[in-house]
C-alpha cells in the first residue's frame, strides 16, 4: 500500500527524440542571452564560447556514448507541442547534434574553419536518435538541481559556471550580489557603446571587478553606492557613470588585479591616476538618486526607506576644468624588431638598451658612479624601474597584461608582498615567474623539447633565446638581454656564471647559508624584464 506521507518526485525519465530537445537560449552561460533568437544562434554562440573543448567532448561522447550518470534536464517548451528546452546539458546535446542531426548543416553554421573539419570527422556506432532525459514541469522546477550541478559539483563533462554564470544563476532566484548588480547595470544601460560587449565577454575578470563593486571610494569616485539593504544608488547621470565603469571594466579586464583593486593603497593609486577624461563628471550629480531595479532593468526614483548614504563627489572637474589628473593607462612595451625590418639607433631614446633610456642620475661619490657604471650593461630598463623608492620586487606602477592565469597571479602577489620583509618567499616566486613564463613559451613553440625533463633551466633559457633569434634580430636582443647572453655564455664556456645568472636563484633554493639581498633582487628584475616581456607577448598571442 502506498504510504500518503512520501513525497512524490516532481520529475520523470522519458526518451525524447534528439530532433525535439532544444538548445536553450537563455542559457546562463551566455551574457547577451537577449540577442539569441534562434536554436542556431544558440549553437554559434556555444562553439564560440567553448571552442575546442565541445570538440574533445563530442569525440568522447561519440566513442563511450553520453555519461549514464548525468541524464540532459530539460522542461516543456510552453510555446511548441513535443519540444523540451533544456535547462541542463547544452554541451553534450549541441556536441551530439553537430555530429548527428546537423552534420550535413555544418557548412551553414557559423564557427571556426578548424572546429567545423573537426565535427565532420566524427562518427559513432551508438544510436543517438533519442536520449534518456530528466523531464521537469517548468524552468522553475529545475533550478535547484542546476544549481547543485553547476555550484558544487566538479565533472569531466561538466563545466562550472564562471562568476558571471553563477551570479545570473542567483538571480533568477533573487539573489543579486554587489557585483552582479554593477554588472548588469552596466550591461543593460543604453549608455554602452557595442564595442563593450566583447570586453564584457571576456574570462576571468569579473573577480576583479567584485573589488571595485564593495569598495566605499570607489564608489564615490565613480558615483554609485551599494546600501545595507542590498541595492544599488546611482548619484550621478547615467551617462557619467557608464563613462567611467566602462573605461574601468575595460582596464581591469586586461590587467592584473594589483593595479587596480586588491588593496586599499592600489585603489587610491588607481584612483589618483585615472584618465581625466574617463572620470565621471561630480557636477552632473542628480537632484535625487536613482535605484537599480535588477528585474525590470530600469532605474527608479530613491525614498527615504532607500536608505543611501550621502555622496561624497570626486570634485576632479571643479579643481580642474582643462589639466587632466592622472596618466594614462601605461601601455605593454613594443617587442623588438622583427627580422628583416629596419634596425633601430642604438642611441635613440625609443631603443630597449639606449643610453638615453638606461641612464641614472649623476653622482659625486666615485664609488656611486663604479657601481653604476658596473650595472649599466646589465640593465635594460627605463628610469621607472630604478630600485629607488621601491619596496616590492615588481614596481608598483608597472602594468604588464597577462593572459596565463596563473602567472598573473605570480605576478600579482610578487607586487604586493614586501620584499625587504619576505625577500625568500619574494626570490622563490620570482624563480617560479621565470621557469613557468620560459616552459609555457617552449610549450607553443618547441613541445617535445619542454617535455624533456632533462632540461634544467639554463637549457630552457637557451633554447628561448635560440627561438627567439629566428623572429628578431640577433643584435637587437644582444642590446636587450644583456644578462641572459652572459649566462648562456658561461654556461657553455664552463666558466663562473655572472651574478643573476639561473644559478643566482639556484643558491638560495639549495644553499642554505645564501640570504638574498632585496636591491640585488630587484636589480635582477629590472635585467629579465625585457625577457619576460617577450615571452608574454608571445604568449598573448593565444
Not at 540577442?35 to 564560447?49: A, G, M, P, T
Not at 528546452?85 to 574553419?113: C, E, W
Not at 550580489?177 to 563593450?196: A, G, I
Not at 609555457?440 to 634544467?456: H, I, M, Q, T
Request: proline letters at 6%.
Amino acid at each position: 500500500m502506498d504510504n500518503p506521507k512520501l513525497k512524490v518526485p516532481n520529475f520523470n525519465y522519458q526518451y525524447i527524440p534528439l530532433d525535439q530537445l532544444i538548445i536553450n537560449k537563455d542559457n546562463a552561460r551566455y551574457i547577451f542571452s537577449d540577442d539569441i533568437n534562434s536554436e542556431r544562434e544558440s549553437i554559434e554562440e556555444l562553439v564560440k564560447q567553448q571552442g575546442h573543448k565541445l570538440i574533445n567532448l563530442a569525440k568522447n561522447i561519440a566513442k563511450d556514448y553520453l555519461e549514464p550518470s548525468k541524464f540532459p534536464v530539460v522542461y516543456p517548451d510552453k510555446e511548441k507541442t513535443n519540444e523540451f528546452i533544456l535547462a541542463d546539458g547544452n554541451r553534450r546535446i549541441t556536441s551530439v547534434k553537430l555530429f548527428t542531426t546537423l552534420r550535413h548543416q555544418l557548412d551553414k553554421i557559423i564557427m571556426p574553419d578548424d572546429i567545423r573539419a573537426e565535427f565532420k570527422t566524427i562518427t559513432s556506432e551508438y544510436d543517438f536518435s533519442s536520449i534518456n532525459c530528466l523531464v521537469y514541469p517548468d524552468l522553475e522546477a529545475t533550478l535547484p538541481l542546476i544549481e547543485m550541478i553547476h555550484t558544487e559539483m566538479d565533472g569531466v563533462s561538466t563545466q562550472l559556471w564562471d562568476p558571471i554564470a553563477k551570479d545570473k544563476h542567483r538571480a533568477r532566484r533573487g539573489y543579486y550580489t554587489e557585483r552582479y548588480l554593477l554588472f548588469d547595470f552596466v550591461k543593460n544601460s543604453k549608455y554602452l557603446h557595442k564595442s563593450m560587449h566583447d570586453v564584457l565577454n571576456r574570462p576571468k575578470w569579473l573577480s576583479k571587478f567584485e573589488r571595485l563593486a564593495t569598495s566605499t571610494e570607489m564608489g564615490h569616485f565613480f558615483g554609485f553606492n551599494i546600501n545595507k539593504d542590498g541595492n544599488l544608488v546611482i548619484y550621478l547621470e547615467e551617462k557619467e557613470l557608464i563613462k567611467g565603469l566602462s573605461f574601468a571594466i575595460e582596464d581591469i579586464s586586461s590587467r592584473i588585479a594589483a593595479d587596480t583593486t586588491a588593496t586599499s593603497e592600489a585603489r587610491k593609486n588607481y584612483i589618483k591616476n585615472f584618465p581625466f577624461k574617463h572620470t565621471p563628471d561630480s557636477r552632473k550629480e542628480l537632484a535625487t538618486p536613482l535605484v537599480y531595479d535588477p528585474i525590470s532593468k530600469k532605474l527608479r526614483v530613491a525614498t527615504d526607506e532607500d536608505k543611501f548614504p550621502k555622496f561624497k563627489p570626486n570634485n576632479i572637474h571643479l579643481e580642474s576644468k582643462e589639466t587632466p589628473k592622472g596618466n594614462p593607462t601605461p601601455k605593454s612595451p613594443t617587442p623588438p624588431a622583427k627580422a628583416g625590418a629596419k634596425e633601430p639607433d642604438e642611441n635613440s631614446a625609443e631603443f630597449p638598451g639606449s643610453k638615453t633610456n638606461t641612464e641614472e642620475p649623476k653622482s659625486d661619490n666615485k664609488k656611486d658612479k663604479t657601481d653604476q657604471d658596473s650595472n649599466k650593461s646589465k640593465s635594460t630598463d627605463n628610469k621607472k624601474s630604478t630600485t629607488t623608492g621601491r619596496d616590492t620586487l615588481i614596481p608598483a606602477d608597472y602594468s604588464f597584461a597577462i593572459n596565463d592565469q596563473r602567472l598573473a597571479d605570480i605576478f600579482n602577489e610578487l607586487q604586493s608582498i614586501k620584499i625587504a620583509r619576505y625577500s625568500n618567499l619574494v626570490v622563490f616566486g620570482f624563480r617560479a615567474l621565470i621557469e613557468f613564463s620560459v616552459q609555457l613559451f617552449l610549450e607553443k613553440r618547441n613541445p617535445s623539447f619542454a617535455k624533456d625533463r632533462k632540461n634544467r633551466l639554463i637549457n630552457k633559457i637557451e633554447k628561448t633565446i635560440l627561438i627567439l633569434e629566428g623572429d628578431y634580430k640577433q643584435n637587437v636582443l644582444k642590446n636587450m638581454l644583456p644578462t641572459l647572453y652572459t649566462s648562456i655564455n658561461s654556461y657553455r664556456n664552463h666558466k663562473a656564471s655572472d651574478t643573476f645568472s639561473t644559478t643566482f636563484f639556484n643558491q638560495f633554493v639549495h644553499n642554505t647559508l645564501a640570504h638574498p639581498e632585496p636591491n640585488e633582487l630587484k636589480i635582477a628584475f629590472n635585467n629579465y624584464k625585457p625577457f619576460l616581456e617577450l615571452l608574454w607577448t608571445e604568449l598573448n598571442k593565444g
